[in-house]
């Protein structure tokens, strides 16, 4: 029994004339990876530091400025990753590194000691303001809780006086903003922005996090522009966010948030965080840039970004992790495939090349996958998928109304395997159907003469003098028509052949170049009105035509 009861709604925020759902995004927020401090920490086996240094260069490379590298006064790993760093000079020129520190005087002295030397630093303090850890953890009242934040951003404030950093921002967190009375987290932000006196040069970052995330994303951005609107100095602060996936709304959240009025975001890759995780910044990111919008991170690699943080984090991307999973680009079902493929036609013959392919919100290209990857078959595939293979792994553009036999043919095997096949796989069934198949009847040599122009029939005569395998037996034949197919079927009219009507003829270049070769396809339909296609293809495009009609009609004639 699922005893419901047990549980109280999350009070709505009274914001009758809110504004940010009339808003748009239209550029990126400041970032910044948590990826070595708060993802670290929720990981079964916590990352080395040859891991942390890997993971941090990552992060450098994608294009993040602002990286929390550690609580330097939690361990002596910590200290020491975040010294290495330094001494090291392992800092761009316009990096900042962020360290996270409780407001306790002696972590942050311990905290000042890690930063020594560095160019920037985001000095990190944070103390618990929810109602529910101030009754049940601390059992200190309000008072109490601004206290210990003012005094804590006091101690960062006489060790920034001194301190060899050239520029020392302070960020607090309220932690559990969202389990916070409103009114209570502003008296505590206020009291510490009083304490630190920001200027436009010296802004302080306060950072609103979703520590536990406790209602729907609409109520965080709700909390959101009420704490803008109302934050004295607006203009000296800038507002983070740092959300968690709870609810499984974190990005939903965050996205909402920043219309509100946020201007910074904190978060993880793929989201790495205690419980159901932090905020996938990825995600976010690559929503933005599906926009059209900048998101000023380097994400053109996602393979490479998979792997470093895979092996640095030991956790596994999900197969349909957003923008990044293994399967995220793949369609099996067949009208999926049909509507890819066409897509992809046309977007491939529009002059301006604005992004528009069902299925797909952006060209998996871009991130560094190939397009191989996009059509994978089993047994809920379609015949737009076979085709989609056939022609961008080999090169054969078959006739649309070819597409329904060809894949009856690969839906086939797959019903018999019950497995997923690969592109050879494919490749192999529409080469044995269509140029291995049993040869009832095969073509042993061939010539083609075309005649003076024939005033009778108004048009030209071409005759054909051919060796052709029947059944087993070499037979000579010769005809005349309009065009080789025509005088080679006149000239098999005496073989055991029913008869049939050409239905449809295309045929394409396989390949460029001088020694291209020619693939033809035809239709044939038989007294009973049963189409079936044959392939053929050689450096002769007569040849290629008439080994697609021996192909036809030996597909007929197989039962």
């Known amino acids: 029994m699922m005893h419901v009861n047990k549980y109280k709604r999350f009070e709505p925020v009274k914001l009758d004339d809110r504004q940010w759902p009339s808003k748009t995004l239209d550029k990126a927020p400041i970032w910044c990876s948590v990826d070595l401090r708060d993802g670290n920490q929720s990981l079964p086996v916590p990352m080395s530091v040859e891991k942390k240094t890997k993971m941090f260069n990552l992060l450098k490379d994608m294009g993040f400025k602002e990286i929390e590298v550690g609580f330097p006064s939690a361990s002596q790993a910590e200290f020491d990753f975040t010294r290495k760093l330094i001494d090291e000079k392992m800092l761009d020129e316009d990096m900042t590194i962020q360290v996270l520190t409780q407001a306790r005087d002696e972590l942050i002295e311990k905290t000042f000691e890690a930063i020594e030397g560095c160019k920037r630093a985001i000095v990190h303090v944070y103390n618990s303001t929810s109602t529910l850890q101030r009754k049940v953890v601390f059992q200190k009242d309000k008072q109490a809780i601004i206290d210990i934040a003012v005094q804590g951003v006091k101690k960062v404030k006489a060790l920034a006086e001194t301190s060899n950093v050239e520029d020392i921002m302070?960020?607090?967190?309220?932690?559990?903003?969202?389990?916070?009375?409103?009114?209570?987290?502003?008296?505590?932000?206020?009291?510490?922005?009083?304490?630190?006196?920001?200027?436009?040069?010296?802004?302080?970052?306060?950072?609103?996090?979703?520590?536990?995330?406790?209602?729907?994303?609409?109520?965080?951005?709700?909390?959101?522009?009420?704490?803008?609107?109302?934050?004295?100095?607006?203009?000296?602060?800038?507002?983070?966010?740092?959300?968690?996936?709870?609810?499984?709304?974190?990005?939903?959240?965050?996205?909402?948030?920043?219309?509100?009025?946020?201007?910074?975001?904190?978060?993880?890759?793929?989201?790495?965080?205690e419980r159901t995780g932090n905020l996938d910044i990825l995600t976010v990111a690559m929503n933005m840039y599906s926009q059209g919008i900048d998101p000023e991170l380097h994400m053109d690699d996602m393979n490479n970004i998979i792997n470093i943080y895979e092996a640095c984090t030991l956790l596994k991307v999900h197969e349909r992790h957003p923008y990044a999973g293994e399967l995220v680009y793949t369609a099996f079902s067949g009208s999926h495939q049909d509507a890819i493929k066409k897509g992809f036609d046309a977007y491939n013959h529009e002059q301006n090349k604005t992004w528009e392919v069902p299925y797909l919100p952006i060209d998996p290209a871009d991130i560094g996958r190939e397009y191989e990857a996009i059509i994978r078959i089993n047994s809920q595939s379609g015949k737009g998928g076979v085709a989609y293979i056939l022609q961008a792994d080999y090169g054969y553009r078959l006739p649309k109304k070819m597409h329904p036999e060809i894949g009856k043919l690969v839906q086939n095997v797959t019903d018999q395997t019950g497995k997923e096949l690969s592109s050879q796989d494919i490749y192999d069934i529409f080469f044995n159907a269509y140029f291995e198949q049993e040869k009832i009847l095969a073509l042993k040599s061939f010539e083609s003469t075309l005649e003076d122009h024939d005033t009778t029939h108004k048009g030209i005569k071409v005759t054909v003098s051919a060796e052709v395998v029947f059944r087993g037996k070499s037979r000579k034949i010769q005809g005349t028509g309009n065009g080789p197919i025509a005088a080679f079927v006149n000239g098999i009219r005496e073989l055991d052949i029913e008869p049939f009507k050409l239905a449809e003829y295309e045929e394409h270049s396989l390949n460029g170049g001088a020694d291209a070769e020619a693939v033809a396809y035809i239709g044939l339909t038989n007294e009973d009105g049963v189409t079936k296609y044959g392939v053929g293809k050689d450096c002769n495009i007569n040849l290629a035509s008439i080994r697609a009609l021996i192909s036809a009609i030996n597909r007929h004639m197989i039962r």
């Not at 389990?179 to 920001?198: H, N, Q, R, S, Y």
Request: net charge negative; aromatic share 8%.
């Open 170 to 273: 302070l960020e607090y967190s309220p932690e559990s903003f969202t389990g916070t009375e409103l009114d209570f987290a502003l008296e505590i932000c206020e009291a510490v922005i009083k304490e630190w006196e920001p200027t436009e040069d010296n802004k302080i970052i306060l950072n609103l996090p979703a520590t536990v995330e406790m209602s729907m994303p609409n109520i965080y951005a709700d909390q959101i522009e009420w704490f803008c609107r109302n934050i004295s100095c607006r203009e000296h602060v800038i507002i983070s966010l740092h959300t968690h996936n709870d609810r499984g709304t974190g990005v939903a959240a965050t996205e909402l948030g920043i219309l509100a009025g946020a201007d910074r975001v904190e978060g993880t890759l793929f989201g790495n965080g």
